[in-house]
């Protein structure tokens, strides 16, 4: 007998740091083996579950709260955002349950869990039904303001033996969260700025103690099949790809459930400006937006200045609505206007309705607030939640089998997850070579410092984009050379430059795509007829035109430019490229690197402004791409 138990210990201790019995092509072919028969039972769990492809889970038993059975799951910080920006999402997504129990009648005099097989007593289940009073509205300008709000969702226990720092650091990875992505494309790359308003509705309360709970038979499966004990490329993709990535590196141990109204609007940034400039509070004008989105405010909330919510409405060129509404164990969305948030150009308004609430056409046939937030009892969301690390569940009185090697396989997990965390930041196409990449500090994003001649998002487009317009008439010179008795348009045009009519008028117009900035003479905002394009922030003769540029006007005073008076200086956000104008059937087209602005289309980096211009006997409409 003392034989034999020498033996079992000395194989366990082989097991455990490697033994020369077993050669090093056999513990790579077992581990490769490991990896793919926990890939394939995952499979079959993540369906069983179904908590990638489908984010508002429901317990198998009819009659329970639909996401009360998230309590105790897994939830990965860095690969998912808690909060919802896309139109298709509804709630923070959560890996696969890392704790098992059993459901049971509610005691009588529970309340709100009517007709709930609520867990007991390992999990407390606390009604606290109400809603805010006012609506939250937050301005998403830059990377550190989406941090916050992004972050406001989710909360880690202060005790979790993880690095917290770097994981709140790293949370919601632009590489990984789709909704970081769509965010921060679109500051960064369409700047927009976000205007999110939403209001809460809670329902009920959640929290779980571990000491108490059994864990899930996946989980274990999981820790178990984990090869042990040598850290190697596959022994890391092991807990990436199958424990990390499918559970996560913690679990939700306490959370809210509830509704969320919400409106999110996007702006321009050049259109924001301007709003400020004509003194309209934006975040009033949003939550006077959202009261009537979703019918609720007082009357002071909506005694607002007209002329400010039109300004405010026309800067949203776009919009898409949302509804979804779970009828009969069935989802169903209702879509009006919508425009895909991958496809769309200028701004975009989105209405996010969670949950009941239902759009026939507009907002015509939409639930009113009070009507909503009764409903949302029955089908309540995660609004908010706590989660804490599951290092402290890897415990040799969780896992008892003989040979579990569950201290080795722990630190194997410890040592993965800090490669895991060192995540490079992300440049757009790594600035193509036109640039250097710099952290910024938030979501792994970097932001390309592009080098001379090139600019845009990934430093891929030209500073001097073909289209770009130069000189008018005999007023202003586009001085690149000498062209016919001087340098203005009237008489011709500098090499590298074609003669356009322009405006009962002629210019010169960049004729190919250059790393190198305008000539002096490039034109750079516009003042007709009340259609204003600013020249680096400045209204063109209604304010002192930018150090470098110098104002001009043509017809007398029906327009006004201020055009660059330094060719050795950048080209300004508000540099005119390519030109439309419609009037009495005919059009003037000029095109700004093959985009015309005339049919709404402008590249990269530059906006659409158009507008529709008075006259005494017809309208001209008049259409620009305008460099950001």
Known sequence: MKILILIQLIGGICYAFGSGDISNDEKQKQATEAYNRVRDYLKIEEKKYNSSSKLTRTSTNVG??????????????????????????????????????????????????????????????????????????????????????TMIGLEINGGAKIPISTVNSVAASYKSSIQTKFMVDNILQKHYEIISTTRKVTFADLRMFQEQMSLSDSFIYTIENLP??????????????????????????????????????????????KLKENSVNIAREASISFGEVFHVGTNATFSHNVEEKNKFDRSIEDRY?????????????????????????????CNFLFPGVRLESGNQGLKGWEEWSKSVEDNPVVIKFAVNDIFRLLTPH??????????????????????????????????????????????????????????????SVMVGLSGTLCGINDKIECNGGPIIEGNTPQYGCAPGYVRE???WSVTCRKASSTIDVGFAGTLCGINVKGFVIECGGKKPWLEKCPNGYKLTDIDGGGAYYCYKTDASSEDLPGTLCGFGRTYSNRLEDIDCDGHYPSRGDCPRNYHLRSQHVGQTTFTYTYAYCVKD
Request: with cysteine.
């Open 64 to 149: 329970d709260i639909p996401n009360s059975n998230i309590i105790g799951s897994g939830y990965n910080p860095v690969k998912h955002s808690p909060l919802c920006f896309t139109r298709d999402c509804k709630m923070a997504t959560f890996g696969l349950p890392i704790f098992s129990f059993n459901y049971v009648k509610p005691e009588p005099g529970t309340g709100c869990a009517k007709g709930l097989l609520k867990p007991h007593p390992t999990v407390t289940f606390r009604c606290t039904p109400g809603a805010e009073k006012d609506s939250h509205v937050d301005i998403i300008d830059k990377l550190e303001s989406l941090k916050k709000t």
């Open 321 to 349: 609505s949302k509804v979804i509404e779970k009828v009969d164990e069935v989802e169903k969305v209702f879509f009006s206007d919508l425009v895909d948030y991958t496809d769309a150009q200028d701004s975009v308004r």
């Open 398 to 459: 969780r896992f008892q089998k003989p040979n579990s090697h569950i201290v080795e396989k722990k630190e194997l997990i410890r040592k993965a997850l800090d490669t895991y965390l060192n995540i490079s930041f992300y440049c757009p196409g790594n600035c193509v070579g036109h640039g250097k990449c710099v952290d910024t500090g938030y979501f792994q994003v970097g932001e390309c410092k592009c080098n001379t001649g090139w600019t845009g998002a990934d430093c």
């Open 501 to 503: 009519k322009y405006h």
């Open 228 to 273: 042990c004990c040598e850290y190697t490329d596959t022994v890391y993709r092991y807990i990436a790809d199958h424990l990390f990535d499918q559970f996560g590196f913690t679990y939700v141990e306490h959370m809210i459930l509830g509704g969320i109204a919400s409106e999110n609007i996007f702006i321009h940034q050049s259109n924001v400006t």
